[in-house]
């Protein structure tokens, strides 16, 4: 079974939500742990090219946050690794 944990600079962008929003992105990364947990290979709903990262990182978008995160198979884990806002898509 997979367990959701989040990073400490998540944490502290999380802080920076609603407790909603919140909310949602736990569900949304709980979600993808379960569908890890029953074997479930392609779970991820989107990817995002995050700063820093050689290529792009499996993500959630709640509300107007995205969620980006690790999976980690031989720990069993989904790492939420930051959160930021998303810009508007009149840009």
Partial sequence: MYT???????????????LETYRRIREALDD???GLGEGRNHVFPGTVKAPGRPASTPSVVVDDAIAVYDVDHERQR???????RRLPRDL
Avoid: K, T
């Fill in 32 to 34: 993808v742990a379960m």
């Fill in 78 to 84: 989904v790492l939420l690794l930051e959160v930021a």
């Fill in 4 to 18: 959701v944990e989040i990073s400490p600079p998540a944490w502290n962008q999380l802080a920076h939500l609603s």
